[in-house]
Nanobody
Framework: QVQLVESGGGLVQAGGSLRLSCAAS?????????MGWFRQAPGKEREFVAA????????SYVDSVKGRFTLSRDNAKNTVYLQMNSLKPEDTAVYYCAYRRSLGLGYSVSEYAYWGQGTQVTVSS
């Protein structure tokens, strides 16, 4: 199986920054596949935020976070980082990392088979 553990969430003022981490492990985890970040605000559906491939380093972001959020990875640690700058109150949500057994990026919840427990990000105005 695959285990994903997020960390780094918290409370921050608008304009501030946070860095989320997602550490992956497990007997069946293969680092060559893609990872993604999603978020879910109260009363809303879980939405795609960003994704990254392990090998090629390709990334993709939802329009609302482009230029503010940056994905990176540390292959040696099987960890993906989501650097979030210029945070806005509308970024407030539970953030989840996810893993899919595919080389390509995925953009929908159904494309990911493994999920972390989520980490709360709250941005105050």
């Amino acid at each position: 199986q695959v285990q994903l553990v997020e960390s780094g969430g918290g409370l921050v003022q608008a304009g501030g920054s946070l860095r989320l981490s997602c550490a992956a492990s497990g007997r069946t985890f293969i680092s060559m596949y893609a990872m993604g970040w999603f978020r879910q605000a109260p009363g809303k559906e879980r939405e795609f935020v960003a994704a990254i491939t392990w090998t090629g380093g390709s990334t993709s972001y939802v329009d609302s976070v482009k230029g503010r959020f940056t994905l990176s990875r540390d292959n040696a640690k099987n960890t993906v980082y989501l650097q979030m700058n210029s945070l806005k109150p509308e970024d407030t949500a539970v953030y989840y990392c996810a893993y899919r057994r595919s080389l390509g990026l995925g953009y929908s919840v159904s494309e990911y088979a493994y999920w972390g427990q989520g980490t709360q990000v709250t941005v105050s105005s």
